[in-house]
């Protein structure tokens, strides 16, 4: 990323990679899990020169949940959503969105131990930011209820206030309720 880019200055991109990458997949985990409690984050400059390019959250959730958000910018440019669960692994994968299921096994593995195939769907042409438009535009129109609600909007934003304070502060800071 080249350093006159509005990206890599450190003032319009708190916590590195995260406001380039991490964002979304933060309004996702807050969507999908609910409110979170407290945040871990590291930003660290490997490669450029203003900028945190590689970006690390360790987030717990009020109901328990603890998830890792990893955003690198300059790694391959990748994409992996993954939920672990006592009954298997779910992940959306790629750009192209492939989502994958890998059943836990039904018993306890003795030796080495195989994964099992995974259930691959593919949707090969879908573009998220289209569809996230589209479902704004809907909204606006009153065709149908905007699927994020204000409060999930506003978590969202204090929690990425305490991921670039824990930065900041390299220590884990908690969300006020």
Known sequence: MSPDYWRSNPQEAPAGAMTATGVHNLDAMIYLFGRIDEVYCTNLRRVMARLGDTTSVMLTFSNGISATLFCSLVTAVTYRFAVYGAKGCVELAH????????????TPPTGRYTTPAPEIVEYKGFNALAAELEGFAAAINGDRPYPITADEVLHGVAAFEA?????????PVRISP
């Open 95 to 106: 750009q192209d969105v492939e989502f994958r299921f890998t059943p836990a096994p039904e």
């Open 163 to 171: 991921i670039v304070r824990s930065a900041e502060l390299r220590q």
